[in-house]
């Protein structure tokens, strides 16, 4: 189906960029529409818009208009190769800088916005929402997005305990080696992707973009995250997103998978801390609900945008 869509550039001033930038971004329907529109703030960091494109069902059944924009240091925005391992470049604060830039171009703090965040969007959805000047807010999804990077961690040790023996084996062995880029590893890490980040086989073309973002331009993945899903050694490695979570004043939304690398064990804190909020894990899914289980994604979260307000 096509779509009434609009993309272009936005002048971004990064702090201590040294160069200027730009962030790309594609909307789908009108911003003058009475419905406010929704954010959508990709993972990785760097796998860029397409993974998210999905979102688009929201538009044609509950007439929501979507944002989309890739993020700095991917796809079609300004990219920082120059900065691998600069932990004071890329940091949340420069993300949550991006996104308030593009709230004002639009001028959307009176009209307002919904958010949704996928995966490290989910995080970075969180960590906005709870700051004070995250004015225009309206309503937050945050999708396998983990609360607690350190119970990412254990999660993720609980899910790979689970592997076969020789796919658990190769993976300790590469980890003790620090070989993360042999066939073998990837070989066995592609095991713990099909269980736990898209069921999905083959991939859709939109989610196998994402993983060749994060190939073309790994410089904030690798220096936020870590060579992998499931080996989390980047800066945010310690990063407790729920402590701050009670400052979140809106509706909130939170999905899993049942089979998803963002365990419940991860999601609980947000659960436990926001104030107004629902959790919804979809069964037939991992990491990449918004295609494994679609039809009922779209259920969940439109029902949730376009409906009545959380009671407490």
């Known amino acids: ?57 929201l538009y044609d059944k509950y007439k929501i208009p979507i944002i989309f924009y890739d993020q700095i240091g991917c796809g079609n925005s300004t990219h920082f190769r120059e900065k691998p391992g600069d932990t004071t470049f890329w940091t949340f604060e420069l993300f949550c800088a991006e996104l308030d830039n593009l709230v004002d171009h639009f001028g959307l703090r009176e009209k307002g916005f919904y958010l949704l965040g996928q995966s490290w969007g989910g995080m970075l959805a969180g960590a906005y929402a709870a700051r004070s000047g995250a004015v225009g807010l309206k309503k937050l999804v945050i999708s396998s997005g983990p609360a607690s990077m350190p119970l990412f961690a254990k999660g993720l040790r609980r899910l790979l305990a689970q592997l076969p023996e020789d796919v658990r084996t190769v993976i300790e062995d590469c ?67 729920w402590k701050d979570a009670h400052k979140i004043q809106v509706e909130t939304l939170l999905l899993n998978g049942r089979y998803d690398e963002v365990t419940d064990l991860t999601v609980d804190p947000w659960f436990q801390t926001i104030p107004r909020v629902r959790w919804v894990t979809l069964e ?19 029902s949730f945008l376009a409906g009545p307000a959380l009671e407490g």
């Open 1 to 57: 189906m096509l779509h009434p869509a609009s993309v272009g550039r936005i002048p971004f001033d990064a702090p201590n960029a040294g160069k200027p930038a730009e962030t790309w971004y594609k909307i789908v329907g009108s911003l003058d529409s009475l419905t406010p529109p929704l954010i959508a703030l990709h993972g990785g960091p760097g796998a860029g818009h397409r993974y998210l494109t999905s979102l688009v069902d």
């Open 284 to 302: 037939n899914s991992s990491h990449m609900s918004h295609w494994e289980d679609r039809e009922r994604f779209m259920e969940v979260v439109g």
């Open 175 to 241: 980890e003790r080696r620090g070989d993360y880029e042999s066939p073998e590893f990837e070989k066995a890490a592609a095991v713990f992707y099909a269980r736990h980040v898209c069921r999905l086989d083959p991939y859709p073309d939109a989610v196998a973009n994402a993983f060749e973002n994060l190939k073309d331009d790994p410089t904030v993945y690798h220096t936020m995250q870590g060579p992998s899903e499931f080996i989390v050694v980047g800066s945010f490695k310690d990063w407790e997103g």
